[in-house]
């Protein structure tokens, strides 16, 4: 057969393949409405892997590789015809574009009846008073109250801290967010200045220092220096500091707040002990209603991803293509789940852009799971 009748026969294969992926493309478009009815995800990994599996068996070993290179980019095009479609009047473009419209010409408000964790004196209170002027707080004996007090509608907003610039994450903070439904709504930067506080004339050594998990993890070199301090994790500063003054004892003494001092009476044996002088701690505030107030620019998100080479990185490049700066990175592992996590994003972005609300749309149906946790002004 002479090249140009091969050429010929080529192009009338072509030709039927070309009609094949349209018709196909065309039948994804019910795919992609049925999944917008159900609230299924755009990628079912499996069936893509069945497929596949399919295909290639058909084809025989001399043709396997490039038949499953092929239907990698057709499954590849499809899910992106499909986001298109989905994204269309997506329920979450609708939700962020009526949150950005219902608080456009409001201040984000200075009373409120808000949840803190702790008792009078702790870190989270003085966070409380710089998010809201006029706070009326109520106190919780643990995180996961102040998120039930919130989702509950007992408090109007709950503020629990985040991250710390020494100690890090608060991971148990992260791992309460899965397993509530809330909105973040701000974020404030908080000093945070520990002191070594003891009853007023106690005498000799310290053998104990209580105080809050990471204000202990946050002073770490002040331990390393006297090994014969034993450090004793309390739920918080301001407990610790209380029982500090009410135990009884000479040999405790507690690292927290100046406030704390005052407050229990306690006298500040070391001013500074703190590994680094600049030590701040993030304070995020959640509301049950999703409020967007002018000025926002950052953005949060909860992302499953599938649990395969490639994933994490295909939305980190659709960040980068976005020019969206990607400020926060935090995984947390899948309880039951062997060697899975589930990721959460900060980003800088704005909410009112219909760029930024593409994106997230189309990570709402391209993810396994995806959990919009607000965009506010952060301080």
Known sequence: MELNEIRAHIDRIDSELSGLFVERM????????????????????????????????????????????????????????????????????GKLSAACAAYADKKFPGRALVGCQGIEGAYQQQACERIFEYPDILYFNSFDGVFNAVEQGMCEYGVLPIENSTAGSVTQVYDLMEKHSFYIVAARKLRIDHKLLRRPGAQGPIREVVSHEQALRQCSAYFERDPQLKPVPMANTAIAAEYAATCGRDDVAVIASRACAELYGLEVVEDTVANTPGNYTRFICISRKCEIYPGARKISIMLNLAHEAGSLNAVLSRFAIAGINLCKLESRPMPGLDGEYRFFFDLEADPHDPEVIKLLSELEHRTERFVFLGAYNER
């Open 26 to 93: 065309q039948t994804v478009a019910e795919v992609a409405m049925s999944k917008r009815q159900t609230g299924k995800a755009i990628r079912d990994h499996a069936r893509e892997r069945a497929v596949i599996n399919h295909v290639t068996e058909q084809a025989g070993d001399a043709y396997a590789p490039y038949i499953k290179s092929l239907y990698k980019l057709i499954f590849e095009l499809s899910c992106n015809y499909e986001s298109a479609l989905m994204e269309q009047g997506s329920a979450l473009a």
